[in-house]
């Protein structure tokens, strides 16, 4: 499934230390009425929540809570659609002092030290997140 998409507008800045990542991430969207794009953050958090998808229970699981300093590696997703309002889907990769890298899914819970972003809208038919895909038992876009 692949459908094409326009660019539209860019916006490029830094959250403000001490929010949470993924509710900025939200809250920026929403306030500037994004409804679908792609985005990409790096920076340093003061500790995160990683989740994961348990594919034999298909459910979303918190897997880690790391409670210590550590630099964004890379953390990026899309924007879309999902039970009539916009959706975040953010994974992200953090690095300790002493290189180990930890990766999952963003979730609430990841407090910003310093993170810069750059988010791009995009525009044409909305990705909408609708039905638990069959064989995933994940919200996917539809067609």
């Given at each position: 499934?692949?459908?094409?998409?326009k660019e539209g507008r860019s916006f490029i800045g830094r959250f403000q230390p001490g929010e949470d990542l993924l509710s900025a991430l939200t809250a920026f969207c929403r306030k500037h009425r994004i409804r679908m794009g792609v985005f990409r953050?790096?920076?340093?958090?003061r500790n995160a929540a990683l989740g994961y998808?348990?594919?034999d229970i298909r459910k979303y699981a918190e897997c880690i809570r790391?409670?210590?300093?550590?630099?964004?590696?890379?953390?990026?997703?899309?924007?879309?659609?999902?039970?009539?309002?916009?959706?975040i889907h953010a994974h992200i990769s953090l690095a300790g002092h002493d290189g180990k890298v930890?990766?999952?899914h963003l979730m609430n819970g990841t407090e910003i030290f310093a993170a810069e972003f750059y988010i791009e809208e995009l525009f044409g038919r909305d990705l909408v997140?609708?039905?638990?895909?069959?064989?995933?038992?994940?919200?996917?876009?539809q067609k």
């Open positions: 499934m692949y459908r094409e998409v953050v790096i920076g340093a958090v998808y348990n594919q790391l409670d210590k300093k550590m630099e964004i590696i890379s953390c990026n997703g899309n924007i879309s659609i999902k039970d009539h309002e916009m959706f930890f990766g999952g997140r609708e039905e638990n895909d069959p064989q995933t038992g994940l919200p996917l876009w």
